[in-house]
């Protein structure tokens, strides 16, 4: 394995990128760089602009090398493609849409969220570079597993300006407030980093059909009922407030349902038992 950080190689500059990986040539690449400041993304045209070149045009470019010296281009996208408006809901094998004339639906408790052959319709700046990326990808190589996931959690990166998760900031907070306002209007999944790993491994193990993969744990949920979660787990008794997304007053919008639905791999754990794994682990 290699790995390299931005300071390696700055993916926004297509002939680096030619040079350095054609020197190598792996047999996989895994690109996990991404821009994730959402609401710093609709800022100005500055940061959108840095958003488009990281996490649209990039994945074109590894698209382009993986191509010409024929490796598998892995790359991970977001729910936040979706817009939240049009969910779609899961039939019953065999359905033919008459539901008078048929017993399928009986005791049948249907998914609702995104499918990896569902619309992309993204309603913020930054779904709009993650969609960009997808179509770059799939435009400039055959060989190609593009990974939607939402929510990741796990043990910080060490790098500098890494972001915490939300667990992290929450359980901080709840360590030092009494009371912690956290939002109840937007509902889809978590991912723990560990699990993501190891499916991603699987998926490139196993030789699946190349495509889209949509890779979360089991289980859906607000911000809120994941903070209640957290809590509980901790024995923290904090008082969590269910606020509206509006009361916060966020540059960018945020889909209100974007649960991602797998129908092409076994399914990961429940995230209360991921998280409880990581609460374990995490010193």
């Not at 593009?146 to 796990?154: D, P, V, Y």
């Amino acid at each position: 394995v290699i790995a390299w950080d931005k300071e390696d190689l700055d993916i926004t500059n297509e002939s680096a990128v030619h040079k350095k990986i054609k020197v190598i040539s792996p047999e996989i690449i895994i690109n996990s760089a991404a821009y994730t400041a959402v609401d710093k993304c609709e800022e100005g045209k500055k940061e959108f602009t840095l958003a488009k070149k990281i996490n649209g045009l990039a994945p074109g470019y590894l698209a382009k090398i993986a191509k010409k010296i024929g490796a598998t281009l892995v790359h991970y996208s977001t729910d936040y493609v979706f817009s939240g408006e049009d969910p779609e809901i899961e039939e019953p094998k065999g359905c033919a849409h008459s539901c008078q004339s048929c017993m399928l639906h009986r005791g049948f408790q249907p998914k609702v969220g995104y499918f990896e052959t569902s619309q992309p319709k993204p309603i913020n700046k930054y779904g709009k570079t993650k969609l960009l990326g997808e179509e770059e990808a799939k435009k400039n190589t055959k060989k190609y597993y593009i990974i939607r996931t939402s929510k990741i959690f796990g043990k910080p990166a060490k790098a500098e300006g890494a972001k915490r998760s939300f667990f992290d900031v929450i359980l901080e907070l709840g360590k030092k407030e009494k009371s912690v306002k956290v939002i109840d209007s937007e509902t889809s999944s978590f991912t723990y980093a560990p699990d993501l790993a190891r499916k991603t491994k699987e998926i490139i193990d196993s030789k699946k059909t190349f495509g889209i993969y949509h890779v979360v744990n089991s289980g859906a949920c607000t911000w809120y009922e994941a903070a209640l979660e957290l809590y509980k787990q901790k024995k923290i008794k904090t008082k969590v407030i269910p606020i509206d997304s509006s009361a916060l007053k966020r540059k960018a919008k945020r889909p209100e349902f974007s649960v991602l639905l797998n129908s092409k791999l076994n399914p990961l754990r429940d995230w209360k038992e991921a998280l409880k794994d990581y609460l374990k682990n995490k010193n």
